[in-house]
């Protein structure tokens, strides 16, 4: 290159004109780039101008020099520098992916979701599961209708406040699956009982048993009061127990004279011939209906001085259901017409549904012996003198309200009465134990 500043003298145009002519020459006469000068610039005239191409590079535009991009390329950098690239052809919905250490390139979106060339993403079908949404964040507008099933419930997550009234019916139920604690109490009325459907074994049917000591020698009488009154069926049912000999006949009969009012039957035992001189004791027995099953009831009268026991009376209800005014404290034990409270003490065992359980197991284990409860209890069970016990502090029932057998003509229902008894100071509540 030519050393600078170069001297520079003319007189006239022409000549200045010449020597800068000279001066760009020797200037820029090596090459810049593998170019040059007069490769990229011309003359032509008074201007000296840059060669363009017209497909890219630099271009004038309003006497402006202007860098030209090609559409299908442009400019990079990389690791060396800024370079050119290529012209690439891309598929609608691509996108240029960066990549380490390589050039960015076109991809299409792929996997779970795409995107178009107006790019709108769509998500594809099964790709969300339930890590993807926000605990609580599904409510019933997103769920369309008849889309969950049993398999979707976790077990025992339906409760009451979840089925809507009146939406379940009979073919809902697994059968034999509702029992009575089911049931509120009063629900099943007669329509809901169908015709024939009550059998021996559906009615409240029990037995009340009574029994008394008879004296071993011609003559001997006791009578037996029978506490089923106006509940109870005849015949009545009598027996002697193993102990005694000599004939003993009964009669039915009701001391006292006869007046306008019904009145009740007692059952006279009475001993026909002489017999070992040992006492025996006799049985009534008496079935009836509406039997409450609560409380099983064992009452013994028994001689206050000898403990010697006369009269018992065993049943599942107390005696004031029997009587006319259902009230415990008018009728607290069955022996109203001969107890004297200055002879005579009286004992009660108040079984459960064990404690009476384990009396019936004995008469069926024992079929050939025909036993009674009240017999198994005479003759195989003793009060223990040493364990009180307390009433039941809960309602028993003690009787049926007034016309209680027309109700059926009526429809009307019958409510049994329910109440607290009390325990009279002169009655002594014991357990009972196995005769050794």
Same mark, same amino acid.
């Given at each position: ?62 006497? =402006? *020099?202007?860098?030209?991009? %090609? ?6 950098? +990389?690791? !060396? &520098?800024?370079?050119?690239?290529? $012209? ?113 074994? =559906? *009615?409240?049917?029990?037995? %009340? ?6 004296? +071993?020698? !011609? &003559?001997?009488?006791?009578?037996? $009061? ?211």
């Amino acid at each position: 290159m030519a050393d600078v500043p170069h001297p520079i003298s003319a007189e006239t145009d022409e000549d200045l004109r010449k020597q800068l002519w000279e001066l760009i020459r020797d200037l820029y006469e090596e090459r810049v780039a593998g170019l040059a000068i007069g490769d990229v610039f011309e003359d032509s005239g008074d201007v000296l101008s840059l060669k363009l191409v017209t497909n890219g590079g630099l271009e004038k535009s309003s006497n =402006e *020099l202007q860098i030209k991009l %090609q559409t299908g390329g442009g400019l990079a950098i +990389g690791s !060396d &520098g800024l370079y050119a690239t290529e $012209s690439v052809t891309m598929t609608d919905g691509q996108l240029i992916v960066g990549q380490t250490d390589a050039a960015s390139e076109p991809k299409s979106m792929s996997g779970d979701a795409t995107i178009d060339k107006d790019g709108a993403i769509t998500i594809g079908n099964d790709k969300i599961d339930s890590q993807h949404y926000v605990a609580g964040s599904i409510d019933t507008e997103h769920i369309a209708a008849d889309q969950i099933d049993s398999q979707h419930y976790v077990a025992g997550s339906i409760d009451t406040e979840h089925i809507a009234a009146d939406q379940i019916d009979s073919q809902h139920y697994v059968a034999d699956s509702i029992d009575t604690e089911h049931y509120a109490p009063g629900s099943v009325d007669q329509t809901a009982i169908g015709a024939n459907a009550v059998g021996q074994s =559906e *009615l409240k049917t029990d037995s %009340q048993e009574d029994s008394a000591s008879l004296g +071993g020698l !011609d &003559g001997n009488s006791t009578v037996v $009061s029978m506490t089923g009154s106006a509940y109870g069926f005849f015949g009545v049912q009598v027996k002697k127990g193993a102990a005694g000999t000599g004939e003993v006949d009964f009669t039915n009969f009701k001391e006292g004279t006869v007046t306008t009012s019904y009145e009740y039957l007692d059952v006279r035992f009475e001993r026909m011939t002489d017999g070992d001189s040992t006492a025996s004791t006799v049985y009534t027995q008496q079935y009836y209906v509406t039997s409450s099953g609560e409380v099983f009831w064992y009452f013994a009268m028994r001689d206050k001085i000898t403990k010697e026991i006369l009269r018992c009376s065993a049943g599942n209800d107390h005696p004031c259901f029997f009587a006319e005014s259902v009230d415990p404290n008018d009728t607290p034990h069955p022996f109203k017409r001969h107890f004297n409270i200055d002879e005579h003490e009286i004992v009660v065992a108040i079984l459960d549904k064990e404690g009476r359980s384990e009396i019936d197991s004995i008469i069926i284990n024992n079929p050939n012996k025909k036993l009674s409860r009240l017999q198994v209890l005479n003759e195989m069970f003793e009060f223990d003198e040493d364990n009180e016990v307390d009433y039941p502090d809960r309602e028993i029932t003690v009787g049926l309200p007034p016309r209680w057998d027309k109700a059926w003509i009526s429809g009307e229902k019958v409510t049994p009465i329910k109440k607290v008894i009390s325990k009279p100071g002169y009655i002594i509540p014991l357990q009972i134990k196995r005769r050794k």
